[in-house]
């Protein structure tokens, strides 16, 4: 089956420094998507990449689509405590005519000492 | 922001009891999933429904059955719980649009551990 590799599995930084996450695949997907799950929470979307070779932001977060479809990038810019939780990557594939199946990473954990 | 409810939040309960968990969206999206998660573990997708009365078996297999009877509610049923069936259960949903083919959004999850 599909399997997404995604690094790295945990990090620590300092409040203010950035961040890089990225998430590989075997397989061509065709809509990246990265959330966020806080504990005892729901993924909450943060970003959602339709085109290979999409750059998009949304406040501090930046994302890429890579190029060949099998992979894309999360940047977060001047981290603060509370982007501390768990994010994921997760890949969209088709399943026949309008419906998809989702896969997912296995996660980062980011910690942010303040 | 997502209009996907599930209750309970949590849930303890005792081996062999019968437990439903709900889900419900207010989004009129025709499309909706139920996966299994661990904590701190990724996501496993184990029910879906493609509208009203379709449902299909997910990837990880699960003792679990599910229903859909009207478009906006998904409820996830236990016939009988095991302590094996302690995780975190998440419900989401999508509705498939050119614009964003098929981008789902969760709930906000039900805990469950069974003694």
């Known amino acids: 089956g599909q399997q997404l590799n995604q690094s790295p599995q945990s990090m620590f930084i300092q409040e203010g420094e950035d961040v890089s996450m990225n998430c590989t695949s075997s397989?061509?997907?065709?809509?990246w998507l990265w959330y966020k799950q806080d504990p005892g929470e729901g993924p909450v979307l943060l970003i959602a990449?339709?085109?290979?070779?999409e750059l998009t932001s949304n406040g501090r977060l930046t994302a890429q689509f890579g190029i060949t479809r099998k992979d894309s990038f999360l940047n977060i810019s001047a981290s603060i405590p509370s982007d501390v939780g768990i994010y994921f990557c997760?890949?969209?594939?088709?399943?026949?005519?309008?419906?998809?199946?989702?896969?997912f990473g296995k996660g980062t954990l980011l910690t942010v000492n303040p | 922001e997502a209009d996907i409810y599930q209750t309970p939040r949590y849930l303890v309960i005792g081996t062999g009891k019968k437990i439903t968990l709900e889900c419900s969206q207010t989004?009129?999206?025709?499309?909706m999933y139920w996966y299994q998660q661990d904590p701190g573990m990724e996501l496993h997708l184990i029910h879906y429904?493609?509208?009203?009365?379709?449902?299909e078996k997910g990837d990880l297999s699960s003792e679990s059955t599910v229903s859909r009877i009207r478009t906006e509610h998904f409820p996830l049923t236990l016939e009988s719980a095991r302590p094996s069936h302690t995780s975190q259960y998440l419900c989401?949903?999508?509705?498939?649009?050119?614009?964003?083919?098929?981008?789902?959004?969760f709930g906000p999850g039900t805990r469950l551990t069974v003694l």
């Open positions: 989401a949903s999508s509705e498939y649009t050119r614009l964003s083919t098929d981008t789902q959004y």
């Open positions: 397989s061509i997907f065709n809509t």
């Open positions: 990449l339709y085109k290979a070779g």
């Open positions: 997760a890949g969209l594939s088709s399943r026949g005519g309008s419906n998809y199946k989702l896969t």
């Open positions: 989004m009129g999206h025709d499309k």
């Open positions: 429904s493609y509208g009203v009365n379709s449902t």
